[in-house]
């Protein structure tokens, strides 16, 4: 990925996340996971074929030991 095309993404990540943050203020983490989580689902459903949807959701699957918890981190409130 081109340094602009990851420096877009950082700052994309970044705004979405401070939302997130804001969102947790009134809502359980959950209750704002499962509702990225449904957003996410849908718009690979969207935008991707059929197979494409199918080996996004084996991606997620495989990378469960590679998804790090937000305990003990200071940038999770």
């Excluded at 700052?11 to 947790?24: A, G, P, R």
């Excluded at 203020?25 to 849908?42: D, F, N």
């Amino acid at each position: 990925m081109p340094k602009n095309e990851e420096e877009e993404l950082q700052e994309l990540n970044d705004k979405i996340f401070n939302q997130v943050l804001k969102h947790m203020k009134k809502h359980e983490p959950q209750k704002v996971a499962g509702t990225l989580m449904a957003i996410a689902m849908r718009l690979y459903k969207t935008r991707l074929s059929e197979d494409g949807f199918h080996k996004m959701l084996q991606t997620i699957i495989d990378s469960e030991e590679d998804v790090e918890s937000y305990n003990n981190k200071d940038t999770l409130h």
